[in-house]
């Protein structure tokens, strides 16, 4: 029994590595192979709402997303608001982490205020901003109103000129204190002597910057990029808690335009192709991104 | 002695800039919870009225009376049963990771990229086998999905607390006759406990904070909190008091998260590429 017993547990101990990976990793697969696998097998397939034929289609699906213009303009819609509100936040993050770098009396709590957007839910970042922008009894349009000196009436969520801005005001004060957060950590990890020499050899400000501080927070930044980016590039909560993709399509995401091709038209062998595509190109893209970090490192 | 005065007027002016800032970003959490202990009639008053005349719990009394609190119940359970188990399985896979260079480098770079996945590619998908496995509105559903999701979050967090522990007390522990598994719960556990810690409170908040993975796979038994606040938004009418006392039931676990957990919060959402 003993005997026995020690054999068992000498084998764990040798393969105590793959034994304490396997669960985690049988997991992992179940939940994305398995589903990718049946899904690559129905994009081939002509399964609708109303159809369910599971007759070889061969490439029909994928060649009707390259020509889908309302696809296209998701992509258009979201690259859109990943290239205004990633910079913006990106600077702002970065103004504020400036601001917030010496150390003074109540920093601690000052920074933990400042946080809170970033860990609110998104759903519950969209509704509270969709309570500011109510026409008739949010504060937003009463302060513009102030502003300009005459009473004025703005549909933040349904005027086409003002969906845009409204979405990228949520976005960018949910996640500006994100970027806030790790900037503040790199900046105050940057050479403090180097910074007194520089100062003392009398170098401009933007010498400072992109000889010294740029280089010391560039990994901290690739990291920060890399995350948002990719929140932004699958962003959905937010849009759908504003305009829900509308007016008409006008903020149709790639993540909402997925929806509701999917789970509100029930295109289901469509939306599968769909799906097959993003995974491949994100795949590579991030196989490619994921490389660089590493490099850098 | 004018030095001294021009610190004075620039430590007065970073003060007045940092209040303007706080002020900007948090006015609208202000204006959520000042809604939340509104009366309706303050609520639905145009101009709005920027502070509530009483403080009065109405709002929450309506959630409770109409058993829409099952939602936060919800949110509840399914969080925290998949950080337990993300958390048991992630922390073995980490250790195996770090420590046994399981699967090389390729295994890690896959786990990572799995997180970095966008929701909505991998949720159609999912929908469809959950639908034929039967899965779709149930607790274990849900369960499994968010530890699906959030494992590799665990892994990868784990795997760098896990690294920063020192070999030699594994070493020790090892000479002195202990299995991998007592090393692993006697040496390992213990050493990383508050990275454990850190980890699994993030883990909770990413399950509790999620939106799409539960509108797609709940409808009435399994609603959690996010999707039962977008059930009280209307083209025509909307329940401001409902969503903002639930607005605020929801946020107040993240909001303490933030107070007790703010050491680790730069490595906890730097995916652990920034230590703070």
Redesign the interface.
Known sequence: MTARYNRLSTLIDRNFGRIAAAPAIAVLLAVSLFPLIYTIVVSFQNLTMLDSDTSFQGFMHYRAALFDTRLWAALGHTTLILVIALPLEIILGYVLARLFLEQLPGRQVFVALLVLPTVLSPIVAGATWRLMFDVRFGPVGQIVSWLVGEPVTMLWTVNPTLVYPAILICEVWQWTPFMFLLLLAALSNVDQGQLEAAELDGASGWRVFSKIILPAIRPVLVIAILIRGLDIFRIFDVIWVLTEGGPGTMTETLSIFTYQIGFVQFDTSYTAAISIMVVLALTIALTWALRRVEALK | MKSRSRRQLR?TL??L??AL??IV??F??Y??FM?SFKTPDE??????K?WPGQIQFGNYAVLFKDGDVIAIWNSITVSFASTAIAMT??T??A???A?????GEN?A?W????R???????V??????YVWAGLVDTHAGLI??Y???N??YV?WMMRGYIEDIPLELEESALVDGC???QV?WRVVVPMARSGLMATAVFTF?FA?????FAL?MTRTEVIT??VQ??HY?GGQS?F?GK??AM?VL??LP??L???FM?RY??RG???G??K?
């Open positions: 430590l970073r003060y800039a940092i800032v706080l970003f948090l609208p959490v204006w959520l809604i609520i639905f008053s145009s101009p709005p920027w399985l992630g073995l896979c250790y195996a990771l420590r046994f260079k399981t699967g295994l770079m786990i990572i990229s799995q970095m996945m966008p929701p909505i590619a991998i159609f998908p999912l929908f469809l086998i499994l999905l530890t699906a999701f494992l590799p892994i299995s991998r598994w692993f908040i509790w904070n999620d939106f799409l797609v909190f996010p606040l977008t938004m909307n401001w969503i903002a607005s929801g946020s993240v909001m998260t933030v107070a703010q919060l730069v959402i730097s995916l590429a920034v703070g």
